[in-house]
């Protein structure tokens, strides 16, 4: 029989992503995907002739479970906080025989211990620092769940894996969502505002990935996951996998986007001016998680699989980017 992969989250960004590069390179696969409505439902079909669909919320207790119970690999990428989901999807796995792979996000190491927008020197390596990736504390974000997903694998015997993914770009190929968060965000700020912008000095650093080297990271996860054992991957506690392809500080990027805008004749200067938290607010509420903290993690374990980054350079795509939203 052909391994059955179910799905949530295929009509999001990270989701619609995954899903068309896990049929495109295994169409032996029955992909099932989890949606809201019809409307969804026929938004897949229209892409994917073969992609099966259930409709139903992470909130729908037993549609999850019963669902989970017949897939060979549950791949969640609708929520990096739904606990709820989380514990449905696991207990459901625990009936059948299954591998589950969680999406999270490196928002759990954010730290701004120096200040809004100063950087530090700290690197979480996913091999090195396991140990203290997995007891991060309890209020860091998404760790409640990230908890949620290895101690409820450890009790449901179910074997689980984290995908950790940083500042995602890139133009998605799923088929209804197609925009990452934070780099439209900082744009779509800055030509509210008609003038560039960091939190305190924007010295503070991020890695990146680009949308479609996160995706080659949940394929490959499952391919090992349909493996005897689980393949070569880590299961379980330390099965924890960050996913990155370089690093930027907030200024240079919020330097480079007030370049692009302004040489469209959008910002009447290329000046970027420093705010603090108070004023940065103002022009998007999580301000200082999205744009003032040090995010920084290394991909060691994943790169030990033989993944590897080929999608384009945060660089090479930020124009596209900021034609993006000055269309919009």
């Known amino acids: 029989m052909s391994p059955r992969i179910f799905i949530t989250g295929a009509t999001g960004y990270v989701g619609g992503q995954t899903a068309a590069t896990l049929i495109a390179k295994h ?144 133009v998605g190929e799923g088929p209804v969502k197609k925009r990452s968060m934070q780099i439209p965000f900082l744009t779509e700020a800055i030509l509210n505002r008609g003038k560039g912008f960091t939190v305190g ?50 200024k240079t990027i919020s330097e480079k986007v007030t370049e692009l805008a302004h040489k469209q004749g959008k910002l009447a200067t290329a000046e970027v001016e420093e705010l603090t938290v108070e004023d940065a607010v103002k022009f998007h509420p999580w301000a200082p998680v999205l744009w003032g903290g040090n995010c920084r993690s290394r991909a060691s374990r994943l790169r030990a699989l033989g993944w590897k980054p080929e999608g384009p350079t945060v660089w090479e795509t930020l124009p596209s980017i900021v034609d993006f939203e000055i269309r919009k």
């Open 201 to 250: 000095s924007g010295n503070n650093i991020w890695d990146y990935a680009h949308v479609s080297d996160i995706a080659k990271a949940f394929v490959l996860l499952t391919e090992e996951a349909l493996k005897p054992n689980g393949g070569a991957a880590t299961w379980g506690p330390e099965g924890y996998y960050f996913v990155e392809s370089g690093e930027f500080t907030w």
């Open 27 to 170: 169409p032996e696969y029955n992909v099932v995907a989890l949606v809201r409505d019809q409307e969804q439902a026929a938004q897949l079909k229209s892409r994917w002739s073969a992609i099966e669909t259930v409709i139903g919320t992470l909130d729908d207790d037993k549609v999850l479970k019963d669902e989970a119970a017949k897939a060979d690999v549950v791949i969640q990428t609708a929520s990096s906080d739904h606990i709820p989901a989380v514990k449905s999807l696991l207990a459901g796995l625990g009936a059948g025989s299954g591998r589950f792979i969680h999406i999270s996000g490196t928002g759990v190491l954010n730290d701004m211990s120096t200040g809004p927008g100063n950087a530090t020197e700290k690197v979480y390596d996913d091999l090195k620092d396991i140990k203290e990736i997995i007891t991060l504390p309890a209020e860091a974000l998404h760790r409640d769940v990230d908890d949620a997903v290895i101690s409820g694998g450890v009790q449901e015997g179910v074997p689980t894996a984290i995908v950790c993914p940083p500042t995602i770009f890139g």
